[in-house]
């Protein structure tokens, strides 16, 4: 099989290619980018003979679509919005099979900082998304969308978790990317850069919707602040989040739940640096005006904070989930959680988000190069995978060493 990917020169993108080049199926695996020098450093990174450099504009339509005709299936781990849909609108007329890692459901695509995102004329954008699924599922293609860290592992096992309920009622995500513990002190707000950070703060900020007393409403990201402490897997450690834009797609999958939110999580105090950040203007993206110039404040910001947010040497990253599902089994009220605490393969050099984003992005394109998912048009990661769908795809985080805990209990 051959896979295309979409943002290869991007840490995600590597861990895609670098997990790709180890399956004796792949033959080849094409790397999209705009630059020949960081293509050329993730194919010597990798060290496979399978990759090929494609230098390519993806405002290029006609390359792009010519580009994907000769592979069997895509990975797409573009930064931002608006290249993230060229791709998925390429897909559709190239006829090519893909998977997504960005937390956007681009079958409901919000209003809010669009990113350069381009709507089609004669669309508007609460439109765009619905024509996109019925192209997609017009010419026979399937698009898994959202299928990393979060959206991804998130979606899957909280999808699973509400088939085994008899009643599902309550469905809570708490998923983050966060430094060691160790180096957490060392960063301010207790936060060390994992991936594309302009993205990070736009979740920060954003409105997003939630579904509370059964019905779907709008409320401010980074609100909703909750403790927990994770007390599985050999760790035992005091964490907080708060509600962030990570998973829109069950609004859409599973309106019918009573509650459900997708919440992002932080060391402790990182979520009261953030609020102070807002309420103080410095994550606006209006221009204000500063001694005769007029300035970003979140542009400012992130350039005076992005170097201190950077990897020291030797400082490593965890991702996290816990996630909890409530409802009826049997007759009895039951909780279904879902706990991962993933650590860097420091020998590889592959941080924790590379890991439980990327490999997860590289299962599910071989799956659809394979022709496993019979579903066409857009389909989010919580129906593309069930039965023994899910179960295979679980076993392939096991041969990486991604361990998710599954526990019920009785409420």
Same mark, same amino acid.
């Given at each position: 099989?051959?896979?295309?990917?979409?943002?290869? &020169?991007?840490?995600?993108? &590597?861990?895609?290619?670098?997990?790709?080049?180890?399956?004796?199926?792949?033959?080849?695996?094409?790397?999209?980018?705009? +630059?020949?020098?960081? =293509?050329?450093?993730?194919?010597?990174? @990798?060290? /496979?003979?399978?990759?090929? #450099? +494609?230098?390519?504009?993806?405002?290029?339509?006609?390359?792009?679509?010519? =580009?994907?005709?000769?592979?069997?299936?895509? $990975?797409?781990?573009?930064?931002?919005?608006?290249? &993230?849909?060229?791709?998925?609108?390429? &897909?559709?007329?190239?006829?090519?099979? !893909?998977?997504?890692?960005?937390?956007?459901? +681009?079958?409901?695509?919000?209003?809010?900082?669009?990113?350069?995102?381009? *709507?089609?004329?004669?669309? !508007?954008?609460?439109?765009?998304?619905?024509?996109? +699924?019925?192209?997609?599922?017009?010419?026979?293609?399937?698009?898994?969308?959202?299928?990393?860290?979060?959206?991804?592992?998130?979606?899957?096992?909280?999808?699973?978790?509400?088939?085994?309920?008899?009643?599902?009622?309550?469905?809570? $995500?708490?998923?983050?990317?966060?430094? !060691?513990?160790?180096?957490?002190?060392?960063?301010?707000?207790?936060?060390?850069?994992?991936? $594309?950070?302009?993205?990070?703060?736009?979740?920060?900020?954003?409105?997003?919707?939630?579904?509370?007393?059964?019905? *779907?409403?709008?409320?401010?990201?980074?609100?909703?602040?909750?403790?927990?402490?994770?007390?599985? =897997?050999?760790?035992?450690?005091?964490?907080?989040?708060?509600?962030?834009?990570?998973?829109? !797609?069950? #609004?859409?999958?599973?309106?019918?739940?009573?509650?459900?939110?997708?919440?992002?999580?932080?060391?402790?105090?990182?979520?009261?640096?953030?609020?102070?950040?807002?309420?103080?203007?410095?994550?606006?993206?209006?221009?204000?005006?500063?001694?005769?110039?007029?300035? @970003?404040?979140?542009?400012?910001? /992130?350039?005076?904070?992005?170097?201190?947010?950077?990897?020291?040497?030797?400082?490593?990253?965890?991702?996290?989930?816990?996630?909890?599902?409530?409802?009826?089994?049997?007759?009895?009220?039951?909780?279904?959680?879902?706990?991962?605490?993933?650590? %860097?393969?420091?020998?590889?050099?592959?941080?924790?988000?590379?890991? @439980?984003?990327?490999?997860?992005?590289? *299962?599910?394109?071989?799956?659809?190069?394979?022709?496993?998912?019979?579903?066409?048009?857009?389909? $989010?990661?919580?129906? %593309?995978?069930?039965?023994?769908?899910?179960?295979?795809?679980?076993?392939?985080?096991?041969?990486?060493?991604?361990?998710? =805990?599954?526990?019920?209990?009785? *409420?």
């Amino acid at each position: 099989m051959k896979i295309l990917i979409f943002g290869g &020169s991007g840490k995600i993108g &590597s861990a895609v290619a670098w997990d790709l080049a180890k399956d004796k199926e792949v033959e080849a695996i094409g790397l999209v980018g705009r +630059h020949r020098k960081t =293509l050329q450093r993730v194919k010597d990174w @990798v060290g /496979s003979k399978k990759i090929v #450099l +494609h230098i390519l504009d993806i405002n290029k339509k006609k390359d792009a679509i010519s =580009l994907m005709k000769k592979y069997d299936a895509a $990975a797409s781990v573009m930064p931002d919005r608006k290249t &993230s849909y060229k791709v998925l609108h390429y &897909s559709a007329e190239a006829g090519l099979h !893909s998977v997504d890692a960005l937390e956007e459901f +681009h079958r409901t695509p919000d209003p809010y900082e669009i990113e350069g995102l381009e *709507i089609p004329k004669g669309l !508007s954008i609460d439109k765009y998304g619905e024509w996109l +699924h019925k192209e997609l599922a017009k010419n026979g293609v399937t698009f898994i969308d959202g299928m990393g860290f979060a959206p991804g592992l998130s979606n899957v096992t909280c999808g699973e978790a509400i088939r085994k309920l008899d009643v599902t009622e309550k469905a809570v $995500a708490r998923v983050g990317g966060i430094p !060691s513990k160790e180096a957490s002190l060392r960063h301010p707000l207790r936060y060390m850069i994992t991936w $594309a950070f302009w993205h990070v703060l736009r979740e920060y900020v954003i409105k997003l919707k939630v579904i509370k007393d059964g019905k *779907i409403v709008e409320v401010d990201a980074a609100t909703d602040l909750e403790k927990f402490r994770f007390d599985q =897997l050999g760790k035992d450690d005091d964490l907080e989040c708060a509600v962030t834009p990570g998973m829109p !797609s069950f #609004l859409f999958t599973r309106p019918t739940l009573k509650e459900f939110a997708e919440k992002t999580v932080r060391w402790p105090g990182h979520w009261q640096g953030v609020m102070t950040l807002k309420e103080c203007g410095l994550l606006d993206i209006e221009p204000v005006d500063f001694n005769g110039q007029k300035i @970003v404040p979140r542009e400012f910001l /992130s350039h005076l904070i992005t170097p201190r947010l950077q990897p020291n040497k030797g400082e490593t990253d965890v991702c996290v989930m816990y996630n909890t599902v409530e409802g009826v089994k049997d007759g009895r009220k039951s909780r279904i959680e879902y706990y991962m605490w993933d650590e %860097a393969d420091k020998k590889n050099k592959i941080s924790s988000m590379m890991r @439980v984003t990327g490999f997860p992005v590289a *299962i599910a394109v071989r799956m659809l190069a394979k022709g496993v998912f019979k579903e066409k048009g857009i389909v $989010a990661p919580e129906d %593309a995978f069930y039965g023994k769908i899910y179960q295979d795809f679980m076993c392939e985080l096991e041969k990486r060493d991604i361990r998710i =805990l599954e526990l019920i209990r009785e *409420i």
